[in-house]
C-alpha cells in the first residue's frame, strides 16, 4: 500500500505527527515522536493498520527495523499496536532486541505496560524470530551485542546442550556481562565453563 511518505511535519503532541505531504496533512502515530521537531523534513516507512472500532491508523517508522519489530510485536497474540508503539517508544529497536535474545524478563517487565507474563509471553512468542531478524536484517545484524548472544545460542544449540541447560546458563551469564560489552568468544567460553560445572 503506502510504503513511505516524505514531508514536513507540522504539529508533534504525545505520540502523533501530522506530516504535511502535497497538501494533505498526514497524521502518524509514531515510536519516539518526541524526537521529532516541527518543520523537520522526514521520510517514514508506513503501515496501515485496520481496527474494526476505530477504522484506519498510520504508523510511521524511521527505520525500517523499527517497522519490522512493530509488525513483529503485534503478530503476538494479544498484543496491539498500542503496545507495540509503546514497547518502541521506552527503548530502541536494538535494545529490545537484546532483552529477547537474553531472554530478559526483568529488562521485558520494566517496560510500560508490559506486566511479568505478557513478558514472558513475547519473550516465548518472540525469541525465534528475533534471532532470524538479527541474522538477516542488516541493521539488526550491524549490532555486535545482540549478534553475539544469537551467535551464543545458536554454538551452544548446535554443541547439543538443551533448552533448559542454555536458558539457565545464560540468564547467569547476563548477570555477570551486565553492562558490558564481551566478544562472543568471551561469552562463549564464560557459558562453557558453567556447563563444565553442571
Known sequence: MIYTISGLITHQHDNKIILQQAGIGFELTCPQAKNFTIQQNVTLYTYLHWSAE???SL???LQPLDKDLFLMIIGCSGIGPKLGITILDSVSSSEFLTIICQENISGMNAIKGVGTKKAEQLILQLKEKAMKMV???PIASSNTIVAAWV???QTLT???YSPTEIKQTTSILKDQVAGQTVPFDLLLRKALT???KK
Open 54 to 56: 476505530q477504522g484506519p
Open 158 to 160: 548446535s554443541l547439543n
Open 151 to 153: 551467535d551464543l545460542q
Open 59 to 61: 504508523y510511521g517508522f
Open 135 to 137: 541474522q538477516n536484517h
Open 194 to 196: 558453567l556447563l563444565a
